[in-house]
């Protein structure tokens, strides 16, 4: 992506694909191509060829050229700052099974990758997550829970599945509060196979797990959660749930975030 910001800044500077590919010392077939790719992406068109040497941005490239300065720049200076051995601190706010189950897996490679980042963890439901993130008070978000992060940009992570663990016979369901990105998935089974059983609502996920280790109740729970001597009944796919990261959108192409996409696809499936 870095390398599309790249040419796309310098054609639109140039107004001429060749001048462009001549600077950027590439072919002008291939700089052509990395354009056309970058249109498909943003799905516009960001210049009108009138011959070979002239090119017209459309109303879309001149929108988008800012954001791509902007996106270069700090970029740039991300990692000039990284390269001056200045600290920097980046805060990451985690939902509750990305934060104990997924994030211990991420964290050590990020502070291998970045040594010069200072690193903090904060543990928060979905929406405060959400909220600190667009007040700048966190950096990063992962969160668990499909919510409208408007005008935070998301990306899809990870996906985690969900099983009925606990004895499905049991007349107990430990159920979470309402925050909770696992309680929909709970009132959907509960829904679906026309449950009654008593709730016992329970705030928190290792209270569950330690109720369910004494075997007592049931609940919809992430199976990445789960001890391996609790049982658990797998269930259809619509029981797998999004793990999304969050952020400002012009972050996208820092460092660090596009690390955290990365790590987190290594483990995706493990």
Request: net charge neutral; proline share 5%; hydrophobic share 40%.
């Amino acid at each position: 992506m870095l390398e599309q910001l790249r040419i796309f800044t310098k054609v639109y500077e140039q107004r001429n694909f060749t001048k462009a590919a001549e600077l950027l010392f590439i072919s002008q077939p291939t700089l052509s191509v990395k354009i056309k790719q970058l249109e498909q992406q943003l799905n516009v068109t960001l210049f009108i060829r009138q011959g070979p040497k002239n090119s017209i941005p459309t109303e879309a490239a001149h929108i988008f050229y800012d954001y791509a300065l902007q996106t270069l720049d700090m970029y740039e200076q991300t990692i000039a700052k990284m390269q001056r051995d200045e600290r920097m601190r980046c805060t990451i706010g985690c939902s509750h099974t990305i934060a104990v189950h997924y994030f211990p897996m991420i964290l050590p490679k990020l502070a291998m990758q970045f040594p010069m980042i200072d690193f903090s963890l904060s543990l928060r439901n979905s929406e405060q997550v959400a909220e600190a993130v667009t007040q700048h008070s966190l950096t990063i978000g992962l969160i668990e829970k499909p919510i409208d992060t408007h005008p935070l940009a998301k990306k899809t992570v990870a996906t985690d599945e969900l099983v009925l663990a606990g004895q499905s016979t049991s007349q107990h369901w430990l159920m979470r509060e309402p925050s909770s990105g696992v309680r929909f998935f709970n009132e959907l089974y509960r829904a679906e196979h026309n449950s009654t059983t008593p709730l016992i609502e329970v705030d928190n996920n290792e209270m569950i797990v330690a109720l369910l280790q004494q075997g007592f109740g049931k609940s919809i729970l992430s199976k990445a959660s789960l001890p391996k001597h609790i049982p658990y009944e797998t269930l259809p796919s619509r029981y797998k749930r999004e793990l999304y990261v969050i952020y400002h959108e012009q972050q996208l192409l820092t460092p660090v975030v596009q690390a955290i996409i990365a790590t987190f696809a290594t483990i995706k499936d493990s």
